[in-house]
């Protein structure tokens, strides 16, 4: 899919969740949304692209995506 | 015309606990306090002759037929407005009663053609019928005099000519011709007593106020507006006055052209989330006319231009019935069997499955399926394709109120039912037009409105209950789109700053943890309504009136529509609207509430049976372990527990060439989709495309496989509107293209090799039942039995659950969350400096598939750009005038429509017609949580320009070669 697509839904998710005063609950909250609503192949495609760098994704996005659960799940 | 079934009481139920006895013709009845006499007559098997009443409409009192005696009382009493009283002894029958009431007869009839044997009324007249009942049996005074029933009159003796003649005739000043210019009815003058249950039934039920008694005393005749035709009055042909008169003078013209009806049958609408019962009156299998159903419990009775007039759609020429197939989208169709189709379908999905991997085919289901059909496809999709890949409407709907309300409240759903609004002080409608969007709500609500109850109107635009008749919004917050999140966070802000916060329910009721963060949060300063002004647009003068209003004015009750979701913060605004309701402690029990008004007839029922993709029946995750093990024990096949794809994740996944089949049953999704260029692209990069539908739609266009849908008329099961309402949809008629809708999808999932052998809907729902806690206790018998359910129906309430939350939340402690205010990345510049946003309008509905086959277009014929007088100034614009509406994601031309409801700088248009193109212009933004599209918000620039858009001409070619291509689809016969 298009990254610059899963950048701009992943930046929105954390947007929402930065008003959040507790980091650690933020982070979970971006996390934890993803993971319930992105098909395991988006999951994917988005922690490889911060592995290679990440370039646009929120901070939090970033923290959020770095402790993504990517093993399991949906084949491409 | 009232049913043909229906047995009318004469004057409305009372609702008093309070029972009072009476004896009626020696006959000893108990009846509730505030019955009428007529009423209570009625209940005891004892019918009063009466004209002018029906149980519709408050009694009048003014037809004189139902007049009785009663025992200590002088004169004759009309019954019709004589409440019992206790004790009471009343005779409905005595010579002088009978004397009386063929005199008034004699006089009526004297004034009324005597056309019986031909008039379409003829058999359910009620007129003719009180002729009978009282025995008439002559007229006294002629027709020669003063009439309304003939077009000339003999001439008087100085306008005759000369020589006179005793056959010369001139014209009648009181003679009106038959007006025939509603598509839909006629109205006969002629045949009109005056007993103004037209005129009432406009004003009462519908609200609308169209119609009036023009004149006084022997020339009093009904008028439309100032006495327009029908078609150009303020009429909203709601059929209200045509279901109420008891002659022909209001007819159907189904009725007119047929006859009389030989049996009835209660089935529920297919149009809006209203979800109104209906009685389709049939001759066979054909439909005579639709009548909106007394006993409806979302409706009581009444129904709008859609529902009750507009399904001649079930029946136009352009219903495809007959499976059809091609290889590529450019080849011509070519008809097949259903064998060869099925087959197809599932050797191109298990081809595409070996070539691509398992992922790479989905399906969508549509919230205009019944709750059997989109349970089936969700399970075909999960059980016999092996993932999760499937996805509804309604995601471009309403998905963020699944989300929003089951963050904080813990169920996907609306609080309350309908008639909730009628303990409803105060009415906060955000984001909705009920009186288009869902009509007949909308007149239960401006009924309650009328009745005293206080109203929030929060629209960019003037929507019509802004003021209408006997109308007038105590607070109209004229926001800019977008801002929904600001204004909400500041109305909290008063709330909470003011001390207007229900104290005791929040402590009660809320995570107090969750409260604090959220009360320390729109305490904040910069969600002061004086802070937020120059965000929303709003004086903050109005806002704090607002927030007084709704907080302290008593039962307040959120009613909200796509205007709320459908942004980049839909699910925050949902989540907001819950805050306030949690806040104030307007949240569980009647007259309160957080109301979703749904769009579509089965969008509640298509969400709740798991048609999303992270969700099984029932708004269970698919990663909950004990719940996938009971599908997967139930369905007999392991099931996937992360989530498939979304629709737009589906076009995204075509467009990189992983995604390649999709089965597709109700949904246009090249015509209701944000950019549709983008739409588009991704449907041709498919291989197998498959449409099941009632017509070659838009999505069919790009189509591989056409499957014959049927029409709601054509198959059981059943919907679920906005108030969690399950009501049966009935089979009236045989399936036009051999199969009903959940038996395509059957057969498909055998061919796939996934058995599924259920021989009726009502297993289905069996099915369902056993599976989803929610409707442990729904069946078709008791939905045969109750008429409707409202979820949850179960072990602890086997009846319904009318309104949630009651004594806590669903999911416990109700749950305030933060709600940012984030401007949506669609901003105007100079480039686009106007915002668009997009709506409905009464006579049209959804992608107009429907509708724009029947008769409705001629109040919408074409999708306009409504424009603000200032805007199209600046512009050179006049109404009328051509204009090219361009956004960063394409470009479409319409004609304008200059208009004051709209506010400077915002621009609308509706989207029910293909060409127009509104979707070209919309953008892949969404919401954050649910990627929902901001359908609402794009920026654009309005120029005048004289010809279509590249994108329209694209169309029109387009549209053209797929129309030759059905024209020249090649037959098993041909081959021959």
């Not at chain 2, 004892?46 to 002088?74: D, N, W």
């Not at chain 2, 009309?78 to 009283?85: G, K």
């Not at chain 2, 003078?249 to 006859?259: D, Q, R």
Request: hydrophobic share 35%; charged share 20%.
């Amino acid at each position: 899919m298009k990254i610059e697509r899963l950048v701009t839904m992943a930046n929105d998710i954390a947007t929402f969740f930065a008003v959040e005063p507790d980091h650690a609950t933020a982070v979970h909250g971006v996390r934890d949304h993803i993971t319930r609503f992105w098909d395991p192949a988006m999951r994917r495609q988005i922690r490889t692209y911060l592995d290679e760098g990440g370039e646009g994704l929120h901070p939090l996005a970033r923290e959020a995506v770095a402790g993504l659960e990517v093993s399991a799940g949906n084949p491409a | 015309m009232l049913s043909i079934v229906e047995i009318d009481a004469g004057t409305p139920k009372a609702t008093s606990t309070t029972m009072v006895a009476l004896e009626i013709d020696g006959r000893r009845i108990q009846v509730p306090e505030g019955t009428s006499v007529m009423r209570a007559a009625s209940q005891a098997g004892i019918g009063i002759p009466k004209l002018c009443a029906t149980e519709m409409l408050q009694a009048f009192g003014s037809c004189r037929l139902c007049l009785v005696e009663i025992e200590g009382r002088r004169g004759y009493p009309a019954s019709c407005t004589t409440p019992v009283s206790e004790g009471m002894k009343v005779s409905t029958q005595t010579p002088r009663l009978a004397e009386i009431r063929r005199g008034v007869m004699e006089l009526y009839i004297s004034d009324h053609p005597l056309d019986c044997l031909t008039c379409p009324a003829n058999g359910h007249c009620e007129l003719q019928d009180m002729a009978g009942v009282v025995g008439l049996r002559g007229v006294r005074y002629g027709y020669e005099g003063a009439n309304h029933v003939f077009a000339s009159v003999p001439a008087r003796e100085d306008q005759k000519a000369s020589p006179p003649s005793h056959t010369d005739r001139q014209a009648n000043p009181l003679f009106a011709a038959k007006d025939e210019s509603n598509p839909y009815f006629t109205f006969d003058p002629s045949k009109c007593i005056a007993c103004s249950r037209c005129v009432r039934a406009c004003g009462e039920v519908q609200g609308t106020f169209a119609l009036t008694i023009q004149g006084r005393g022997f020339e009093s005749k009904v008028a439309a507006s100032q006495g327009d035709r029908f078609l150009d009055s303020e009429c909203v042909s709601c059929g209200a006055c045509v279901q109420a008169c008891p002659t022909a003078t209001l007819s159907e013209k189904s009725l007119i052209e047929k006859g009389q009806a030989e049996h009835s049958v209660v089935t529920t609408c297919a149009y809006c989330g209203v979800g109104c019962s209906f009685r389709a009156e049939m001759k066979g299998q054909e439909i005579v006319r639709m009548v909106p159903n007394k006993e409806g419990h979302a409706n009581h009775g009444h129904s709008c231009v859609k529902g009750r007039f507009a399904i001649g759609y079930a029946s136009h020429p352009d219903r495809i019935t007959t499976p059809m197939v091609r290889a590529r989208t450019s080849d011509p169709w070519r008809v097949v069997s259903w064998e060869e189709a099925i087959a197809h379908v599932a050797s191109e999905f298990k081809r595409i499955q070996a070539t691509y991997g398992r992922h790479a085919v989905g399906g969508i289901t549509s919230s205009r399926c019944t709750n059997e059909e989109t349970y089936l496809v969700q399970k075909l999709v999960r059980a016999g394709f092996g993932n999760n890949n499937v996805d509804t409407c309604a995601r471009v709907c309403h998905s963020p109120t699944g989300y929003g309300l089951k963050t904080t409240l813990g169920e996907s759903a609306g609080t309350q039912d309908f008639d909730s609004i009628e303990l409803t002080d105060v009415v906060m409608v955000i984001g909705a037009n009920p009186t288009d969007a869902h009509p007949v709500f909308g007149s239960q609500m401006k009924r309650r409105l009328r009745a005293g109850a206080r109203l929030i109107v929060i629209d960019p635009r003037r929507i019509d209950l802004v003021r209408s008749p006997h109308i007038k919004a105590d607070y109209h917050l004229k926001l800019r789109p977008g801002t929904n999140v600001a204004l909400l966070d500041s109305l909290a802000h008063v709330i909470v700053t003011e001390g207007l916060v229900d104290e005791d329910f929040v402590a009660q009721r809320c995570e107090p943890e969750a409260f604090a963060r959220w009360r320390a949060f729109v305490s904040q300063e910069k969600y002061s309504p004086e802070a937020m002004e120059a965000t929303t647009g709003v004086p903050a003068a109005l806002v704090r009136g607002a927030a007084r209003l709704y907080a302290a004015g008593g039962n307040a009750a959120i009613y909200y529509g796509l205007g709320v979701t459908e942004h980049a913060q839909g699910s925050t605004s949902v989540m907001a609207i819950a805050n306030l309701a949690m806040a104030t402690g307007n949240i569980g029990r009647e007259g309160v509430g957080v109301n979703p008004l749904r769009g579509q007839n089965n969008v509640q029922g298509s969400c709740d049976m798991g048609s999303f993709p992270h969700e099984f029946p029932g708004y269970r995750h698919v990663s909950d372990d004990t719940v996938r093990h009971l599908f997967e024990q139930a369905w007999g096949v392991p099931l996937l527990g992360e989530p498939g794809l979304r629709i737009p994740n589906m076009f995204e996944a075509a467009l990189d060439g992983s995604f390649k089949g999709l089965y597709i049953e109700g949904e246009d999704i090249a015509q209701s989709d944000p950019d549709t260029q983008h739409v588009t692209a991704a449907l041709s990069a498919m291989e197998c495309i498959v449409v099941q539908d009632l017509f070659l739609n838009e999505s069919a266009k790009f189509a591989h496989v056409f499957l014959p849908g049927s029409s709601f008329l054509e198959k059981d099961g059943t919907f679920t509107n906005a108030e969690r309402r399950i009501s049966r949809v009935r089979k009236v008629m045989e399936p036009k293209g051999g199969h009903a809708d959940w038996e395509i999808t059957q057969l498909l999932a055998q061919a796939m090799g996934y058995p599924m052998h259920y021989a009726h809907p009502s297993e289905i729902m069996d099915e369902i039942a056993r599976l989803t806690p929610t409707f442990h206790g729904v069946s078709f018998d008791k939905l045969d039995r109750l008429g409707s359910i409202q979820w949850p129906c179960n072990e602890e309430h086997p009846l319904g659950t009318p309104v949630m939350h009651v004594d806590e939340f669903v999911r416990g402690k109700g749950r305030f969350m933060l709600t940012e205010y984030v401007p949506t990345a669609e901003r105007v510049s100079t480039e686009y400096p106007l915002i668009l946003t997009t709506g409905r309008i009464l006579s049209q509905y959804n992608v107009g598939a429907q509708t724009r086959r029947t008769d409705n277009v001629l109040w919408h014929g074409e999708d306009r750009l409504e424009i603000h007088p200032h805007d199209a100034e600046e512009r050179g614009l006049a109404d009328g005038d051509w204009v090219g509406i361009v956004s960063r994601a394409g470009e479409t031309v319409l004609r304008a429509r200059i208009s004051e409801r709209m506010q400077p700088g915002v621009v609308y248009t509706t989207f029910h017609f293909p060409g127009s193109g509104a979707n070209v212009i919309t953008t892949e933004n969404s919401d954050w949580a649910t990627n929902c599209p901001e359908y609402k918000v794009t920026a654009v620039q309005v120029t005048r320009v004289t010809q279509p858009s590249e994108w329209q001409k694209r169309y029109r070619a387009f549209t053209e070669t797929q129309e030759a291509l059905l024209e020249r689809s090649v037959k098993p016969l041909d081959h021959a």
